[in-house]
């Protein structure tokens, strides 16, 4: 029977006389965890940021009329040309409104769905900004603002005025911040807007919008949903797109094909619109597990030789205990058990210092004009993440461990106190 308290007991025995060496094993395992920590908390972080950036102001599901060509072609209409095969150069898009037909209707529906957490009206349209002798083409999307800010990040990326202060204002605008700085406009003064149609508007600026993205901000601004409709002369069930968020982004790809069948209108998923960048989020997250994966093999071997040497310093040590009667099994217990203590005592010091790496970098300043919502570094705090370094840290101290106690096991103490 295996008594455990006599082997546990000369294990702390050999670890605190041999303090130097223990030290040294211990502190391997805790500069390989606290690596990983930190590399692992700072690469998933910024990946996270970066897809918290697209996914904050993309709708789960988008409702639009596509333009697109007429799948019945002229051609189709004559009896005997329907066995031939028939080519058609120069095909125009039909003719369609951009409005979505009964958008009222929808976004009822819609918002009676338990499956969505919200959807908003869009109305997009194309407009020159005119400030004096500039003249700039760009869109002005009417929205409702506060139902924006509830269902987006959108209220962030406002960097002067507020939300309330474009809904409380009929001819208000937050003008794109690339804008602004083109036409040295700011908030509380004028821009001038015209239509396609040649109608000019002047309208108040309340806020400046800053996406982060300049190919957005240097020609997109928002008003209220009425006033856009208002300057295109439009009925208030005048609507071009419907964006919706569901409490369940990964149901997004089934609705979307659901409620494109259902009102005959073009819906795109979230999936769809960011294939691209999803593509490159899997790259990013498949580099951030291989470094990782990576940084902790290269420190198993650390704390495998580490061991290995502490192991065989002590061969003299395997001899005594032998030929006093401790069995083979109990010899390999005992190392065992110092392994273990050094990657437990090591691996609890490392999360630590993986900790508090994580934190200083959290709280070191990052600022940049074209990431307003962004203050200090990016740093994931997963539970996940320690729980993995803990466990590896058992595992390799275990693995590194068990060869070397399994060898001393198997050593014939009569050899070693003979020094052969």
């Not at 240097?218 to 300057?231: D, E, F, G, H, P």
């Not at 203590?341 to 900790?355: D, F, N, Q, R």
């Not at 996940?384 to 106690?405: D, E, H, K, M, Q």
Request: charged residues 15%.
């Amino acid at each position: 029977m295996i008594n455990w308290s006599v082997i546990l007991n000369i294990a702390k025995t050999h670890l605190v006389t041999k303090m130097k060496s223990s030290a040294t094993a211990a502190l391997g395992v805790t500069f390989g965890i606290g690596a990983y920590i930190t590399l692992i908390s700072f690469m998933t972080g910024l990946n996270e940021m970066l897809d918290g950036m697209v996914l904050s102001q993309t709708p789960h599901i988008h409702l639009y009329n596509e333009i697109e060509p007429s799948e019945t072609q002229p051609v189709s209409l004559y009896d005997e040309f329907k066995n031939s095969f028939n080519i058609v150069h120069s095909i125009k898009p039909r003719q369609s409104q951009k409005k979505i037909h009964n958008a009222l209707p929808i976004l009822k529906y819609l918002k009676k769905d338990k499956e969505v957490k919200g959807a908003t009206p869009q109305l997009r349209a194309q407009i020159f900004y005119l400030s004096g002798s500039i003249d700039l083409s760009g869109n002005l999307v009417g929205v409702d603002i506060m139902e924006e800010t509830r269902l987006t990040s959108m209220g962030d990326y406002i960097t002067k005025g507020t939300p309330e202060a474009l809904k409380n204002t009929d001819n208000g605008i937050i003008l794109g911040s690339g804008l602004a700085k083109k036409m040295s406009l700011s908030v509380g003064e004028r821009v001038q807007i015209s239509t396609v149609g040649g109608d000019i508007f002047p309208l108040k600026i309340v806020g400046i919008y800053q996406s982060g993205v300049a190919d957005v901000d240097n020609i997109q601004s928002y008003a209220n949903l009425k006033t856009v409709q208002r300057i295109m002369g439009e009925a208030q069930n005048y609507i071009t797109d419907i964006n919706i968020r569901l409490y369940d982004i990964t149901l997004a790809p089934a609705l979307a094909k659901r409620l494109q069948k259902q009102f005959t209108i073009k819906a795109t998923d979230i999936n769809e619109a960011n294939a691209q960048f999803e593509t490159g989020s899997n790259i990013r997250d498949l580099i951030t597990y291989a470094v990782s994966i990576t940084l902790l093999i290269v420190a198993g071997f650390g704390i495998y030789n580490i061991l290995n040497m502490l192991i065989y310093e002590k061969m003299k040590d395997i001899a005594i205990l032998k030929a006093i009667g401790f069995s083979g099994l109990d010899v390999q217990l005992i190392f065992i058990s110092q392994a273990m203590i050094i990657g437990l005592v090591g691996g609890v010091l490392g999360l630590m210092v993986g900790y508090g790496l994580a934190r200083l970098i959290d709280n070191v300043a990052f600022e940049t004009s074209a990431l307003p919502t962004i203050t200090t570094y990016p740093i994931s705090y997963n539970i996940g993440y320690y729980l993995i370094g803990i466990v590896f840290a058992l595992l390799s101290t275990f693995i590194a461990g068990w060869f070397p106690s399994a060898k001393a096991r198997r050593i014939d103490p009569v050899r070693i106190i003979r020094g052969t």
